[in-house]
């Protein structure tokens, strides 16, 4: 499927379609204990850490998720706009099936679901996060009605997903595993779309899915899920309660960072500049206090 035949594009500045997700940067209470969670059940590594921050990724690979501890923070409660889960975009359906198997051995049993262009497992860390681990069906393979992709909920199929693991043991997140998409609650789709599509240059992929708008660059079927869920008297996370601090998006080039920030301006927003010419990167805060992190690869 080409890109432009897919979606709704912005009116104005449009994302190119390389772009990308960086790591999530997440508040825990205990960083010890989300360090444990996220190298056993997630398999992921431990990249780095200084002093109450870590970064966790594949071996040999970049940072996918960077955790802060804040002492006493509560687990993430119900009824907050901010993070619904972040999500890791696996290379294939057979480490998909090693990942389910593995679950299976702790003893962890995921919340799970067939959405059409991809397969995914669900999990909350020891803080209430939300957590999805997926692997994407061929493009080939995805639905559309008109130029809108067709998204659903239907139950997974875990004998066929466990088949396809066949006799390779698990051995950790895989090489090649990426921040396939960030999902957030909000207040209102339509300043959603306005934020992320018009502001931003997301186009708008889902719109018909009850609840919620599916955005993204390049055709794919969302690097970014908006929803209602939380309920209309839904509220940003307070500082004593965990959450998502920030997502990064990356743009292949600093004119698009340029581009990108200069159009959330247009359209009424605040972006923060930060970094020299060379190492730059830009800060916004959508309506609900949500931070993104524009970056560029160039």
């Known amino acids: 499927m080409a890109q432009d035949s897919l979606g709704l594009p912005p009116v104005g500045f449009r994302l190119p ?6 790591p999530v940067l997440l508040q825990v209470a205990d960083l010890e204990r989300a360090l444990d969670y996220y ?4 398999g992921l590594q431990l990249l780095d850490r200084e002093g109450e921050v870590a970064s966790l990724g594949t071996l040999g690979g970049e940072p996918l998720i960077e955790l802060r501890e804040r002492r006493g923070v509560r687990p993430q409660p119900g009824g907050r706009t901010g993070l619904f889960h972040f999500a890791l975009l696996l290379p294939d359906r057979p480490s998909l099936g090693r ?6 051995q702790l003893g962890v049993g995921p919340g799970a679901a067939d959405h059409l262009v991809s397969e995914a497992l669900y999990l909350r860390d020891p803080d209430h996060l939300g957590i999805e681990v997926y692997a994407d069906r061929p493009r080939s393979a995805w639905q559309r009605v ?18 396809e693991a066949g006799d390779e043991p698990w051995l950790g997140m895989p090489a090649g595993t990426i921040m396939g998409h960030v999902h957030l609650s909000v207040g209102s789709l339509g300043r959603a779309a306005d934020y ?3 502001g931003l240059g997301f186009d708008r992929m ?14 794919y079927h969302h690097h970014l899920g908006t929803n209602v869920w939380a309920g209309r008297d839904a509220r940003p996370a307070g500082d004593d309660e965990a959450q998502l601090l920030e997502w990064t998006l990356r743009l292949p080039a600093s004119d698009d960072l340029e581009e990108a920030a200069d159009s959330l301006t247009r359209a009424g927003h605040s972006v923060r500049r930060i970094g020299s010419a ?11 206090g949500s931070t993104v992190r524009l970056t560029a690869a160039t």
Do not use: I
């Not at 889902?206 to 708008?213: D, F, K």
């Open 278 to 288: 060379n190492n730059q990167s830009a800060v916004a805060h959508d309506p609900w």
């Open 206 to 219: 889902v719109w018909s899915y009850p609840g919620a708008l599916f955005l993204a660059a390049g055709g």
């Open 196 to 198: 992320y599509s018009e």
């Open 17 to 22: 379609s390389s772009t990308s997700l960086g």
């Open 146 to 163: 008109g130029r809108e992709l067709v998204m659903t909920t239907d139950p997974l199929d875990r004998a066929g997903l466990l088949a």
């Open 99 to 104: 990942f389910a198997r593995h679950l299976e």
């Open 39 to 42: 190298r056993e059940v997630l």
